[in-house]
């Protein structure tokens, strides 16, 4: 059964920093790009960025290039956001996805982590 | 980025009806269209990849259609599991972009 857990939310004031991970397992995580994609409460699902196969190749949102770091670690099973200089507007639900087989996009998400960014 | 514009934003339907959703994407993305539900407190669930491959374990109510920068979700006869809100989601271009979602409630 393919798997995603999230953890590392929580509550911290705006310039903190974060850092997000996902534990996978039921399929060979290092065969599969993975995504981030957010929630803000009671708003739509934004995409947040991308990281290929072995790490090579990122892409991120606008919203939060520079700020924030995706990275794995295939040894582990494991997926991570990097957040510095949180702001409130990123405060939202934020989900490990992960990017299915050939023209298959995102198939297989985790339940989400909440990150409340407030003074 | 692309943008996608869902329609409508809520319906209200009841048990057995037939459901139409709308996702006009604002430049053509050939078939690079997926659809997802999502229930509240819940990840999204995908129901349909390519614009129009049922996602396998999806009921067969569920069908999409569309190519280029219109599509449609159909939902057949409408079931009441299938209250939820509903996102289209391109991934023709990057950055993924997806619609702003359609909530379908009880009548």
């Known amino acids: 059964e393919v798997q995603l857990v999230e953890s590392g939310g929580g509550l911290l004031p705006p310039g903190g920093s974060l850092r997000l991970s996902c534990a996978v397992s039921?399929?060979?995580?290092?065969?599969?790009?993975m995504h981030w994609v957010r929630q803000a409460p009671g708003k739509g699902l934004v995409w947040v960025s991308r990281?290929?196969?072995?790490?090579?190749?990122?892409i991120y949102a606008d919203s939060v290039k520079g700020r924030f770091t995706i990275s794995r670690d295939n040894a582990k099973n494991t997926l991570y956001l990097q957040m510095h200089s949180l702001r409130s507007e990123d405060t939202a639900v934020y989900y490990c996805?992960?990017?299915?087989?050939?023209?298959?996009?995102?198939?297989?998400w985790g339940q989400g982590t909440l990150v409340t960014v407030s003074p | 980025a692309i943008q996608m514009t869902q329609s409508p934003s809520s319906l209200s339907a009841s048990v057995g009806d037939r459901v139409t959703i709308t996702c006009r994407a604002s430049?053509?993305?050939?078939?690079?269209l997926g659809w997802y539900q999502q229930k509240p407190g819940k990840a999204p669930n995908l129901l349909i990849y390519?614009?129009?491959s049922l996602q396998s374990g999806v009921p067969s109510r569920f069908s999409g259609s569309g190519s280029g920068t219109d599509f449609t979700l159909t939902i057949s006869s409408l079931q009441p599991e299938d209250f939820a809100t509903y996102y289209c989601?391109?991934?023709?271009?990057?950055?993924?972009?997806f619609g702003q979602g359609t909530k379908v409630e009880i009548k």
């Open positions: 039921g399929f060979s995580f290092r065969s599969y790009w």
């Open positions: 390519a614009a129009s």
């Open positions: 990281i290929n196969y072995d790490g090579s190749d990122i």
């Open positions: 996805v992960r990017e299915g087989d050939g023209n298959i996009p995102l198939d297989y």
């Open positions: 430049q053509g993305i050939t078939i690079n």
């Open positions: 989601l391109q991934d023709s271009n990057y950055p993924p972009t």
